[in-house]
């Protein structure tokens, strides 16, 4: 007699035990609990009785895989070799993952394709799309369909425009870290014009406005020096003092647009993209689309703030150029007549 434990019965969906009182229907062999069949009066299958027709009984659970034991941290990186801290997540040479993910049981990759892509022979020539598929596949840090802060990294991809792996990596690095901070050479070294440059408005005016503020107490320093009528009656004393706490605050500020600059650009990146994406049907590529064409670099905002800049460069040159002492502002910058 077939043994049926661990088989359901069609009435109950109570799985067989040993020792259960069984009947099975003469036409099809559909088992049931004895209480069951009578319950019912007759076989569930009824209307499907057919000489081309016979129960066959569930398969058997798939077995367990065997798993490999997860490897304790070395701090070696498994894509390129590169020696990392044994808690980073992330090799600081290649960005790839430092920790080893469970092979897929199937032995096949998953729908979104591998995130990095493996030595071996040239690939055959592809079409334009396929070059672009691959690329989202292969050189993004994280998954096109993966969401940081809520929001696809495909979405991200296409506002960020340049350099957008190296974007999604660290915004990716903040996210599973907690962490605000990530030094940007970008921000550090340039400060507001970062901030204009990648369209985050708000930290580009307000630092932009305390760069400015920083700057007076020098350009008044030499102003009053260079005896300009409007500045001759200031201490040059209580200016020194001034300029010199003011470079102080400079430099801080200017590490703190370097070590949050990353931060920043992510918040105001983030905002955008939902507000763009609250108004966007809902087809990818016209996201896409409208995300590419609202974000990415502004070179028109950068081109303006240097404008700026050289205005009241320029301004400062020639307010100097026309003071009366502008030989004593020479001679206290060390700077004399016949360099000119």
């Known amino acids: 007699m077939y043994d049926y434990t661990g088989q359901k019965c069609a009435v109950c969906q109570k799985a067989f035990e040993q020792g259960d009182d069984i009947v099975v229907c003469p036409e099809c062999g559909a088992p049931y609990h004895r209480d069951c069949y009578e319950k019912a009066g007759h076989c569930l299958f009824e209307d499907r009785h057919a000489p081309d027709f016979e129960w066959k009984p569930a398969p058997p659970p798939e077995e367990q895989h065997f798993h490999r034991p997860r490897r304790e941290p070395t701090g070696v990186c498994p894509a390129c070799g590169a020696q990392n801290p044994a808690e980073a997540l992330f090799c600081r040479s290649c960005g790839a993952p430092m920790h080893e993910t469970e092979p897929e049981q199937s ?42 802060d809520g929001i696809e990294a495909r979405y991200w991809a296409a ?69 300009h009528p409007l500045f001759a009656w200031m201490d040059p004393n209580v200016l020194q003092i001034l300029s010199n706490v003011a470079a102080g605050l400079r430099a801080a500020m200017m590490l703190s647009c370097g070590l949050f600059g990353t931060y920043f650009y992510r918040r105001e990146a983030g905002r955008r993209i939902r507000r763009l994406l609250d108004g966007c049907p809902p087809q990818t590529e016209v996201r896409e689309q409208t995300l590419a064409a609202a974000g990415g670099p502004s070179l028109v905002a950068l081109i303006l703030a240097l404008g700026a800049v050289v205005a009241l460069a320029m301004l400062e040159f020639f307010m100097l150029m026309s003071s009366p002492s502008v030989g004593t502002l020479l001679s206290w910058l060390g700077i004399s007549g016949t360099m000119l």
Do not use: C
């Open 159 to 227: 506002y960020v425009g340049n350099n957008a792996p190296i974007y999604l990596l660290n915004f990716k690095r903040m996210e599973v870290s907690g962490q605000k901070t990530g030094m940007s050479i970008s921000a550090l070294l340039f400060g507001p014009l970062y901030f204009f440059y990648r369209r985050v408005w708000g930290a580009a005016v307000a630092f932009g406005a305390l760069s400015l503020l920083l700057s007076a107490p020098s350009v008044l320093l030499m102003l009053q020096i260079a005896g």
């Open 107 to 148: 032995g096949q990759h998953s729908a979104a394709g591998p995130r990095y892509q493996a030595a071996g022979p040239a690939r055959p020539q592809q079409t334009e799309a396929q070059q672009e598929q691959t690329y989202v596949q292969m050189e993004f840090p994280v998954q096109p369909d993966e969401k940081l």
